[in-house]
């Protein structure tokens, strides 16, 4: 059985599809090791929270959750057990 990290490093390496969220915002994971995820994107007007900034938010969720995620081991998910998969 794969962990997380091994299907995290899948998707960087373009063998699995990206996750929606990350056609959805348009970053790409540059790097993942447990504890460390790096999201590179292109800021674009879509990504300003409502003073005109960047909003940060979103890809520092997806870049801890991965991080986070990568450090679990064989058998273990992300799953709270009472949400589904992945939530």
Known sequence: MPTM?????????GES????????IGFTLASVEPGHAMIEFTTE?????????LHGGVLCDVA????WAATLGEGE??????CGPGS
């Open 77 to 82: 998910t992300t799953s709270c057990g009472r």
């Open 17 to 24: 599809p990206p996750p929606p969220i990350a056609d959805l």
């Open 64 to 67: 801890m959750g991965m991080a």
């Open 45 to 53: 007007p879509r990504h300003a929270n409502p003073m005109g900034t």
């Open 5 to 13: 990290l091994d299907q995290i490093r899948s998707l960087q390496r």
